[in-house]
């Protein structure tokens, strides 16, 4: 098992950034390869990010390339997605997840997700 907490969400203005992060425990946390989706009303569950176990690899959503950045610490258990220059159709509840296998653009290819953290961006 692997329990997966967020924080760090919140309210901000178009252009403003926050930092979300994910605190694992459970299984040895530099085994899984993680990634972040979100959802916003009304929508399917999407892909955002994601970053190999190393920390070397990391994949990202078009529309997020170049705004977002993911990261790792597993000394700390912990992801990261900083999110920079926010528009308000980023505004969705961010979850963080763990993969099992499968392709990582496929929510179905995580096995063990968080609980999630609502960003709102106003504009």
């Known amino acids: 098992q692997v329990q997966l907490v967020e924080s760090g969400g919140g309210l901000v203005q178009a252009g403003g950034s926050l930092r979300l992060s994910c605190a694992a425990s459970?299984?040895?946390?530099?085994?899984?390869?993680m990634g972040w989706f979100r959802q916003a009303p009304g929508k399917e569950r999407e892909f955002v990010a994601a970053i190999s176990w190393s920390g070397i690899s990391t994949y990202y959503e078009d529309s997020v390339k170049g705004r977002f950045t993911i990261s790792r610490d597993n000394a700390k258990n912990t992801v990261y997605l900083q999110m920079n220059s926010l528009k308000p159709e980023d505004t969705a509840v961010y979850s963080c997840?763990?993969?099992?296998?499968?392709?990582?653009?496929?929510?179905?290819?995580?096995?063990?997700w968080g609980q999630g953290t609502q960003v709102t961006v106003s504009s």
């Open positions: 997840a763990a993969r099992g296998s499968g392709g990582y653009l496929y929510s179905s290819s995580y096995v063990y």
């Open positions: 459970g299984r040895t946390f530099s085994n899984w390869v």
